[in-house]
């Protein structure tokens, strides 16, 4: 971090400093959607959080001015910048950064790693751990704006129950508001919706839905209780002693002041009385930029310095005001100006804590679309309204390892796109990809962008059976091994390590992994390489220098390891994605179900990849699911397995969770056995195996996880 390059400029609304880079191999500074590795030849980023349908060079929904950087010799390190006014980073070739921001301070800090991935846990230990998750949230999610009334949600839910194809959490976008209005229920077409709630309840579903922040000011005195609650407070940004007024959805709109501590008692009581009526498992934090239908407000805002800056930074449009509100609006203590990126994170950390206390120390689920650093203690983030286009399903994969880095595991994008009708291939494929997003949604529009005609439904089952039956396959893989996905939740949540990674975090010595976009890594342990291109049958997956095994079959990819990585051609027909596991580890998987509930009541696998030298170790982390703060508590299990030519043992490292659900050891599968064995025994008793392709599969155990045990072959 050499700062000697240039001038540092300190001057009323505006700030700039320059620093040398230590290599050209720089990622983050979100959130813009584009290649996952930055282009160094004078790239600008912006960073103002803006709705904004995501595209190229353009400042989008989240601030997160952080970046790490690979080095020539491979070490990492991070650089993040703690500002929350508007600013831009540029790239530019020699290579070297230049910040600029219209105010606030300079507050960096910088992370020395060494490696990429201890670079993100020194990142999140100063913004904050991210949230453990409840069990159920990491299964698969539905939901469109359209589906207009509750019957036409529970047809969905119907269709598919009766595919059988995995669903966890049903959701519904504003369909189910009176006049878009937060906190009301449209009687005449969403009456039944408590009612179809213990439904999904009783079908170990879960249900989710929309509310923005913006709050209706245009109702009757009296009749609309989260205004007139709001009013009584005195906790809406105003402008000039004034509530500022735009429009979100209904005519006159006003907006809570999240940083206010009055909001969130306010925030409180809203959500619990709403909860009374409506029973939601989490909720879906929208339109939080904080988005205004125009410029600043409905009169416009004055001629201020805060309005009208000497430098904008280069922000979509060119203005502060557009599409949210006047930079000069009073928030408490501070002018919108120098908080209006904050706006989500104080949002979620206001849901946050709101339904934990209405919930009853349950684990609350949030998504929210606009996020800050420190946004990963409190809930996910979705990508945004992408479009149904094969370009936006490969952009999602650098978004995803982006927000990963940004301490937000939990994100996903809209399966199948949001804008505009999908088409069969495209969702068969998307489906494929977004099964193994760490946040796995499909959601679709209302209506074609532009126009008045209406979107298709996309969920699996308006598709061919082929189509259904494909979908029902890979997630049906995503909830086997969800074991493996909780485990690396957990570690996220104590440790802040990735989730989702790319594949440099674990070979950042390979040059030719510090540009590859197109996969990506589960944890150290599984290799996802998708079809991303119309038409293809055939994907063309890069493998670095180590030991790597067929998922599905326990074939080793031949050639590796060798002297260095290697592309290879992989047959992917219409029906198949390409996973692999990494030589050395060892994944625990369960049977699945077609919700987590059901999941959780069968047997586990073991998959154990033996590396070169016939080693490999892997760990499993139980829990009831749900309890807030469970690790905090002490109340989980967590066990750890080690294998070598011969054996797989398991050691109990913790033992504060017995539960109701499955705790059983049914199967365990090892690759890489040269020889086939002629006994196995498990704990001393003989046990019932298979050996094909040097897979070797131990069948009909009864063991349980929460006791050591040791399996030989001989």
Request: charged residues 20%; aromatic residues 14%.
């Amino acid at each position: 971090f050499n700062c000697g390059i240039g001038p540092l400029i300190f001057a009323d609304q505006f700030i700039q400093l320059s620093s040398s880079l230590a290599s050209k191999y720089i990622y983050g500074l979100g959130e813009h959607r584009g290649s996952f590795l930055h282009d160094v030849n004078w790239s600008r980023y912006a960073f103002w959080s803006r709705d904004v349908f995501p595209a190229e060079n353009l400042n989008l929904y989240s601030v997160h001015p952080f970046y790490l950087s690979i080095e020539d010799d491979g070490n990492a390190h991070g650089v993040f910048l703690l500002n929350s006014n508007t600013m831009e980073a540029i790239l530019q070739p020699s290579p070297s950064i230049t910040w600029r921001t219209i105010g606030g301070i300079l507050d960096f800090y910088v992370f020395l790693g060494p490696s990429p991935d201890q670079v993100i846990q020194q990142y999140t230990e100063v913004i904050g751990r991210t949230f453990m998750p409840p069990y159920w949230g990491l299964g698969f999610h539905l939901c469109r704006w359209g589906y207009e009334t509750v019957d036409g949600t529970r047809k969905i839910t119907d269709r598919m129950r009766n595919a059988k194809i995995p669903q966890d959490v049903q959701w519904n976008d504003i369909d189910y508001a009176i006049d878009y209005k937060d906190f009301t229920l449209n009687e005449k077409v969403f009456g039944d919706l408590p009612k179809f709630i213990d439904e999904l309840h009783n079908n170990d579903q879960h249900y989710i839905h929309i509310v923005d922040p913006g709050i209706a000011a245009d109702s009757a005195p009296g009749t609309y209780e989260p205004f007139d609650l709001g009013k009584k407070m005195d906790i809406f940004i105003k402008l000039d002693g004034k509530y500022i007024e735009g429009k979100v959805w209904t005519n006159v709109t006003v907006f809570p002041d999240f940083i206010n501590p009055r909001t969130s008692e306010w925030w409180y009581r809203m959500i619990s009385e709403w909860y009374k009526k409506v029973h939601f498992d989490g909720l879906w934090i929208d339109m939080n930029e904080p988005v205004q239908f125009g410029n600043g407000s409905l009169i416009g805002c004055p001629q201020s310095k805060y309005d009208n800056p000497p430098y904008t930074p280069g922000i979509f449009e060119g203005i502060l005001k557009a599409f949210t509100l006047c930079a000069s609006a009073d928030q408490y203590k501070s002018k919108h100006y120098d908080v209006h990126s904050l706006y989500g994170l104080t949002e979620m950390k206001a849901t946050f804590e709101a339904i934990a206390r209405i919930r009853l120390e349950k684990r609350p689920f949030i998504i929210s679309r606009s996020t800050y650093p420190s946004s990963g203690k409190y809930g996910g983030h979705w990508l945004g309204d992408n479009f149904s286009k094969w370009k936006d399903m490969w952009y999602s994969i650098p978004g995803i390892l982006n927000f990963n880095m940004f301490g937000i595991p939990l994100v996903g994008a809209d399966i199948c796109g949001f804008n505009n009708n999908s088409n069969e291939a495209l969702c068969q494929r998307w489906h494929q990809l977004g099964a193994f997003y760490p946040f796995s949604r499909n959601h679709n529009s209302l209506h074609v962008v532009n126009s008045t005609e209406k979107c298709k439904d996309q969920d699996p089952t308006a598709f061919s059976e082929a189509m259904q039956i494909s979908t029902r396959d890979v997630l049906l893989k995503r909830y086997y091994l969800l074991p493996y996905l909780y485990t690396l939740f957990h570690k996220s949540h104590v440790n802040g390590t990735t989730v989702a990674r790319p594949l440099f975090f674990e070979f950042p010595h390979d040059d030719y992994a510090l540009t590859v976009d197109t996969q990506f890594l589960w944890g150290e342990a599984l290799l996802i390489s998708p079809v991303l291109q119309e038409g293809a049958v055939t994907v063309t997956a890069y493998f670095p220098n180590h030991s790597w095994y067929d998922f599905d079959t326990g074939v080793r990819v031949p050639g590796l390891p060798g002297e260095t990585g290697k592309n290879l051609n992989l047959k992917t027909p219409m029906d198949k994605i390409n996973l692999h596991i990494r030589g050395g580890n060892i994944i625990p998987a369960q049977e699945p179900g077609i919700t987590t509930k059901e999941s959780r009541q069968n047997k586990f696998h073991l998959i154990v990849a033996l590396c070169t030298k016939n080693e490999a170790d892997g760990e499993l982390y139980l829990d009831d699911g749900d309890t807030l703060d469970a690790y905090e508590q002490e109340l989980y299990a967590y066990v750890r397995f080690q294998a070598n030519a011969t054996s797989v043992i398991s050691q109990i490292v913790k033992l504060g969770f017995t539960g109701s659900d499955s705790a059983d050891l049914g199967l365990v599968k090892v690759f890489g056995v040269v020889q086939q064995p002629s006994y196995v025994s498990a704990n001393g008793v003989k046990a019932q195996f298979s050996y094909k392709n040097k897979v070797l599969t131990i069948e009909k155990l009864n063991l349980s996880l929460l006791k050591p045990f040791t399996i030989v072959w001989k």
